[in-house]
């Protein structure tokens, strides 16, 4: 099975376009508090310029779901990533029939802590609205997960899986050779500095996840 790549936290249409060459299937623009931050003009500029196979993730947290639904549909988001508390109620129902426009898929994160198997078995059988469950570690510094600890608690079914976290050309592969995920994140792990990609490690990762696909 093909991996899914997404590259988060874009800044500009430069960086944009490197992760499309280096073989993204997604890029992410970040609209919660964070240094890597774009507002959704900022965004919107981006995104008319990329071809529109590309999937257009934006990363919400405790947003109000009337302000998710306008910068989805002012910027041309293919899809939403909750990152907060957002409950089940808010996720099942953030994009009604009634909402204008092509369907937007929603993925849900969970950060990864002491009651990981309880908010993961709570996501797996109240969230229905969801397309993906999101790990991360909610750590700054690019740093992983325990994944020995978590591997064992992963019972997902009918719901994909993205690993994020600290990824990198160095350990994306054994992440995929220990999770088998529907798709991986990169943000820190192919930067230059905070908001600013760099194009060989951008290869580099697609080249290791492609790597790993093939044992």
């Not at 994009?95 to 993925?107: E, L, T, Y």
């Not at 020995?148 to 992440?175: D, F």
Request: glycine share 10%.
């Amino acid at each position: 099975m093909k991996t899914w790549i997404k590259f988060c936290a874009t800044t500009c249409l430069e960086d944009a376009l490197a992760s499309i060459e280096a073989g993204a299937d997604a890029v992410g623009f970040v609209f919660a508090p964070s240094k890597r931050r774009v507002t959704p003009e900022q965004a919107q500029a981006i995104i008319s310029r990329l071809p529109s196979q590309i999937e257009r993730i934006g990363i919400f947290q405790n947003e109000a779901a009337a302000r998710v639904r306008a910068i989805a549909e002012q910027t041309g988001l293919t899809a939403v990533q909750l990152h907060g508390e957002e409950t089940a109620e808010f996720a099942n129902h953030l994009f009604p029939q009634s909402f204008r426009g092509p369907r937007i898929g929603v993925i849900k994160t969970i950060v990864v802590g002491d009651n990981f198997a309880a908010r993961l078995e709570a996501v797996c059988r109240d969230y229905s609205g969801i397309d993906s469950i999101l790990l991360d570690s909610g750590a700054g510094g690019g740093r992983i997960f325990d994944w020995q600890k978590i591997q064992p608690l992963l019972h997902v079914r009918g719901t994909r899986l993205i690993v994020a976290g600290g990824l990198s050309p160095e350990n994306v592969g054994e992440a995929i050779s220990k999770f088998s995920p529907w798709g991986v994140d990169g943000v820190s792990g192919v930067e230059r500095g905070p908001g600013r990609k760099d194009p060989e490690k951008l290869k580099a990762f697609v080249a290791a996840v492609r790597k790993a696909e093939e044992v």
